[in-house]
């Protein structure tokens, strides 16, 4: 239970409600760690260089600035003697890729640079530890597109010899020009003086559609790969991948004979690949000789996130099925690089084990996830509400958990591997009333990896007066699930001070996808409305991650109707325990979350005071035709995906029959709606359908129209002004 003293009065007023929103947006979030080379003293002492890389939003600037600091550690063997920050936090400017070398003495930059005139160039950088030894100018040389810099294909790797970088950048176009344009032809003598032929640009080509990778993958198209000879400075763009797969997350064969990659099938559509795991690819090797390109994983299923062993013997990845949820549970799956044999290392889970693991759910592995001895691997991954961090071992296929046991004595409540290097392993740590903090511990010996200890390179301290914990909850009998029956789900509660008499005003919070989850982090908008006076319930509904895959497979065909009622159920309990005050119940979600919210106001229109949707679905069948994800419509609504599936009546009307449109004429509720101009994965029109019912029954409704922003919302300016918009909703509604 919650302590119980006083409770702290909602603030109201705008400018106050700013100057939080400020102090709490300062709290940076750490977005890399690397493990500097050993140093062994003329003593014996040892001590290393970690280097970290923190992301800060800078209001006044509107972006997201971008910094690094270093610490030094002292250690003894597997015992840590001394840790401290070595010097101040500096800025990066204009990096969007970097990478050290396997001895850690070299390191790769890839840098945007815009000249005087406005013109954008990329440049791939080679320091050393005292300075640039080479910078060359990508565009200039001209032999690709932009490199690509995501997390879905993007890479920056140094061979193992550490004389050729691999990377990942759109394929070079062909020069185009209208029917109508003219250039003079080049005389004889020009050409001979000119070695290399000019390309003749391709006629009336200039607006032939070239299909991208979807939300967030804008003009991603066509990747390969490409390789750079440090001494030379040459740029090979590989050839012998397959014309019907994009290849991306590669990385260097063992010996540097070639390269390894996951190649997406892309062939016949690109469905949108932000947050879908499911679709098809596979892992592949293309030899660098012969050109000679082989699959080494199943040619059916998803594969993603490909990791090489340090003794450079096997390969391990995630595996899971192609259709069906965009995010599934995964195995782990691992490739012999010299018997050829494929074997599962940890297989999906249906339903949580005794021990309660419950499967894993990342969307990536850590760069570094290997122990030292080839044997263990390590992965962070939601389990149940919270994110966990697991030792796999891959003869036995035992998981055990490093974190969970210090749940009870330590404030964080979710861990993020960053780096692990000759056992020595960097993570980061949160939960939702205590910013994210450094700490570092040795992985002990196989079978003691219990027996870890932590410790801080960057202690943060938890917000007081803001207190939270995890509520399970069972659905009544008529609300359980044939198919699935017995199965709960979970909500994280955050409180406001230390409740007395007078209970907070609620914002209930479901998570989209739907198959995603919270976990029990830092995330700023509930630890900033808490701040606020209110109290915040996240909910993760039957579906979600973390829970085992029969919870996710319970969902589709029943959303609108089992997502909904958990999600009203979870707010009931909540009321019903006097956590919160009934008068004063608001809603919020993004996407499927504001699907939910969007249903939740037609379904119960005397429950909620007041409704907040961002980029929300609110009419699946409309939705076919403007995403990038077609198949989300199809699977959510009970049915299987095709390609080559055209809309019938039965299917629209199924579609239609699960919408939030549907109850538009009971809402009742005042509804703020939040829109992304550039949102391909929720068109906009989604929004606007709802706001012009929503008017045309004279239910207050505002709408706020954010260009050049995708589905995320998340520019800086954007997701500031979003708050206080949202905030000052809730107040004016209280």
Same mark, same amino acid.
């Given at each position: 239970?919650?302590?119980?003293?006083?409770?702290?009065?909602?603030?109201?007023?705008?400018?106050?409600?700013?100057?939080?929103?400020?102090?709490?947006?300062?709290?940076?979030?750490?977005?890399?760690?690397?493990?500097?080379?050993?140093?062994?003293?003329?003593?014996?002492?040892?001590?290393?260089?970690? %280097?970290?890389?923190?992301?800060? #939003?800078?209001?006044?600037?509107?972006?997201?600035?971008?910094?690094?600091?270093?610490?030094?550690?002292? %250690?003894?063997?597997?015992?840590?003697?001394?840790?401290?920050?070595?010097?101040?936090?500096?800025?990066?400017?204009?990096?969007? *890729?970097?990478?050290?070398?396997?001895?850690?003495?070299?390191?790769?930059?890839?840098?945007?640079?815009?000249?005087?005139?406005?013109?954008?160039?990329?440049?791939?950088?080679?320091?050393?530890?005292?300075?640039?030894?080479?910078?060359?100018?990508?565009?200039?040389?001209?032999? !690709?597109?932009?490199?690509? $810099?995501?997390?879905?294909?993007?890479?920056?790797?140094?061979?193992?010899?550490?004389?050729?970088?691999? %990377?990942?950048?759109?394929?070079?176009?062909?020069?185009?020009?209208?029917?109508?344009?003219?250039?003079? $032809?080049?005389?004889?003598?020009?050409?001979?003086?000119?070695?290399?032929?000019?390309?003749?640009?391709?006629?009336?080509?200039?607006?032939?559609?070239?299909?991208?990778?979807?939300?967030?993958?804008?003009?991603?198209?066509?990747?390969?790969?490409?390789?750079?000879?440090?001494?030379?400075?040459?740029?090979?763009?590989?050839?012998?991948?397959?014309?019907?797969?994009?290849?991306?997350?590669?990385?260097?064969?063992?010996?540097?004979?070639?390269?390894?990659?996951?190649?997406?099938? !892309?062939?016949?559509?690109?469905?949108?690949?932000?947050?879908?795991?499911?679709?098809?690819?596979?892992?592949?090797?293309?030899?660098?000789?012969?050109?000679?390109?082989?699959?080494?994983?199943?040619?059916?299923?998803?594969?993603?996130?490909? #990791?090489?062993?340090?003794?450079?013997?096997?390969?391990?990845?995630?595996?899971?099925?192609?259709?069906?949820?965009?995010?599934?549970?995964?195995?782990?799956?691992?490739?012999?690089?010299?018997?050829?044999?494929?074997?599962?290392?940890?297989?999906?889970?249906?339903?949580?084990?005794?021990?309660?693991?419950?499967?894993?759910?990342?969307?990536?592995?850590?760069?570094?996830?290997?122990?030292?001895?080839?044997?263990?691997?390590?992965?962070?991954?939601?389990?149940?509400?919270?994110?966990?961090?697991?030792?796999?071992?891959?003869?036995?296929?035992?998981?055990?958990?490093?974190?969970?046991?210090?749940?009870?004595?330590?404030?964080?409540?979710?861990?993020?591997?960053?780096?692990?290097?000759?056992?020595?392993?960097?993570?980061?740590?949160?939960?939702?009333?205590?910013?994210?903090?450094?700490?570092?511990?040795?992985?002990?010996?196989?079978?003691?990896?219990?027996?870890?200890?932590?410790?801080?390179?960057?202690?943060?301290?938890?917000?007081?007066?803001?207190?939270?914990?995890? *509520?399970?909850?069972?659905?009544?009998?008529?609300?359980?699930?044939?198919?699935?029956?017995?199965?709960?789900?979970?909500?994280?509660?955050?409180?406001?001070?230390? #409740?007395?008499?007078?209970?907070?005003?609620?914002?209930?919070?479901?998570?989209?996808?739907?198959?995603?989850?919270?976990?029990?982090?830092?995330?700023?908008?509930?630890?900033?409305?808490? #701040?606020?006076?209110?109290?915040?319930?996240?909910?993760?509904?039957?579906?979600?991650?973390?829970?085992?895959?029969?919870?996710?497979?319970?969902?589709?065909?029943?959303?609108?109707?089992?997502?909904?009622?958990?999600?009203?159920?979870?707010?009931?309990?909540?009321?019903?325990?006097?956590?919160?005050?009934?008068?004063?119940?608001?809603?919020?979600?993004?996407? !499927?979350?504001?699907?939910?919210?969007? !249903?939740?106001?037609?379904?119960?229109?005397?429950? %909620?005071?007041?409704?907040?949707?961002?980029?929300?679905?609110?009419?699946?069948?409309?939705?076919?035709?403007?995403?990038?994800?077609?198949?989300?419509?199809?699977? $959510?609504?009970?049915? $299987?995906?095709?390609?080559?599936?055209?809309?019938?009546?039965?299917?629209?009307?199924?579609?239609?029959?699960?919408?939030?449109?549907?109850?538009?004429?009971?809402?009742?509720?005042?509804?703020?709606?939040?829109?992304?101009?550039?949102?391909?994965?929720?068109?906009?029109?989604?929004?606007?359908?709802?706001?012009?019912? *929503?008017?045309?029954?004279?239910?207050?409704?505002?709408?706020?129209?954010?260009?050049?922003?995708?589905?995320?919302?998340?520019?800086?300016?954007?997701?500031?002004?979003?708050?206080?918009?949202?905030?000052?909703?809730?107040?004016?509604?209280?």
């Amino acid at each position: 239970m919650f302590k119980s003293t006083s409770f702290i009065k909602v603030v109201t007023n705008a400018k106050e409600i700013a100057g939080i929103y400020k102090e709490l947006s300062k709290f940076p979030s750490l977005s890399k760690a690397c493990i500097g080379p050993e140093v062994i003293s003329q003593y014996g002492g040892k001590h290393c260089n970690i %280097y970290t890389e923190w992301s800060q #939003r800078d209001l006044e600037r509107a972006e997201q600035v971008k910094f690094c600091r270093q610490y030094i550690m002292f %250690y003894d063997e597997d015992s840590i003697v001394y840790t401290g920050p070595s010097g101040n936090c500096t800025e990066l400017q204009g990096e969007l *890729l970097s990478r050290e070398s396997p001895s850690g003495f070299l390191k790769a930059v890839l840098r945007d640079h815009t000249n005087k005139k406005g013109e954008e160039k990329q440049f791939l950088e080679i320091w050393n530890k005292n300075s640039k030894e080479k910078s060359i100018n990508l565009t200039a040389l001209d032999k !690709h597109g932009k490199v690509y $810099e995501d997390d879905q294909f993007g890479c920056l790797v140094w061979s193992h010899s550490e004389t050729h970088i691999l %990377y990942i950048a759109e394929k070079k176009r062909p020069k185009v020009e209208s029917f109508f344009q003219t250039k003079p $032809e080049l005389s004889v003598n020009e050409e001979d003086e000119d070695s290399i032929k000019p390309e003749k640009p391709v006629k009336g080509d200039q607006f032939v559609y070239w299909e991208d990778w979807g939300e967030a993958l804008v003009k991603k198209t066509t990747p390969v790969l490409c390789v750079l000879d440090i001494e030379s400075t040459n740029i090979s763009v590989l050839e012998g991948i397959p014309e019907h797969l994009s290849p991306g997350q590669a990385f260097w064969a063992p010996n540097d004979t070639g390269i390894i990659f996951v190649g997406w099938d !892309h062939e016949p559509q690109r469905l949108g690949r932000v947050y879908c795991t499911n679709r098809k690819s596979g892992l592949y090797y293309v030899d660098l000789t012969g050109g000679n390109c082989v699959e080494l994983s199943s040619p059916t299923n998803a594969v993603w996130s490909p #990791r090489l062993s340090p003794d450079k013997c096997r390969i391990v990845y995630f595996e899971g099925d192609t259709g069906g949820p965009h995010h599934q549970c995964s195995r782990l799956c691992m490739y012999d690089w010299y018997t050829k044999m494929t074997s599962t290392v940890v297989e999906i889970v249906t339903r949580p084990n005794e021990d309660g693991f419950t499967g894993i759910y990342s969307l990536a592995l850590a760069h570094n996830c290997w122990a030292m001895d080839s044997q263990r691997i390590l992965i962070d991954t939601p389990q149940r509400s919270r994110q966990d961090l697991l030792i796999i071992n891959i003869t036995t296929g035992s998981v055990t958990s490093l974190t969970s046991g210090k749940f009870l004595s330590s404030n964080a409540g979710s861990w993020t591997l960053l780096d692990i290097h000759q056992d020595l392993m960097v993570v980061t740590c949160s939960s939702p009333n205590c910013p994210p903090s450094l700490k570092v511990g040795f992985l002990p010996a196989a079978g003691k990896e219990q027996g870890i200890t932590w410790v801080a390179l960057d202690e943060a301290e938890p917000l007081p007066g803001i207190e939270w914990k995890i *509520l399970t909850f069972t659905p009544p009998f008529e609300q359980q699930n044939p198919k699935f029956p017995a199965m709960d789900f979970e909500g994280i509660l955050l409180m406001p001070g230390e #409740r007395k008499e007078v209970a907070p005003p609620v914002v209930v919070w479901p998570h989209g996808g739907p198959h995603s989850a919270f976990t029990a982090e830092w995330m700023l908008y509930p630890v900033t409305l808490c #701040r606020l006076g209110f109290a915040v319930l996240l909910i993760n509904y039957r579906g979600s991650s973390g829970f085992g895959q029969d919870s996710i497979c319970s969902l589709p065909g029943n959303v609108g109707s089992q997502d909904v009622k958990d999600v009203q159920f979870s707010a009931e309990h909540v009321l019903k325990e006097r956590f919160a005050d009934a008068s004063n119940v608001f809603i919020i979600g993004g996407s !499927h979350g504001g699907f939910l919210a969007s !249903h939740l106001v037609g379904q119960y229109p005397e429950f %909620y005071k007041a409704c907040v949707t961002r980029n929300p679905v609110i009419n699946i069948a409309s939705m076919l035709g403007t995403t990038d994800i077609p198949d989300w419509c199809t699977v $959510e609504a009970g049915f $299987e995906y095709t390609a080559d599936q055209l809309p019938t009546p039965p299917l629209l009307e199924a579609m239609l029959n699960k919408s939030p449109i549907t109850n538009a004429s009971q809402v009742k509720s005042p509804v703020l709606i939040m829109l992304g101009e550039k949102d391909k994965r929720v068109h906009p029109s989604q929004g606007l359908e709802f706001y012009r019912a *929503l008017k045309a029954r004279d239910v207050p409704v505002r709408l706020l129209w954010y260009p050049d922003n995708n589905h995320s919302l998340s520019k800086v300016d954007t997701e500031a002004d979003a708050f206080m918009n949202i905030v000052l909703w809730f107040v004016k509604h209280l």
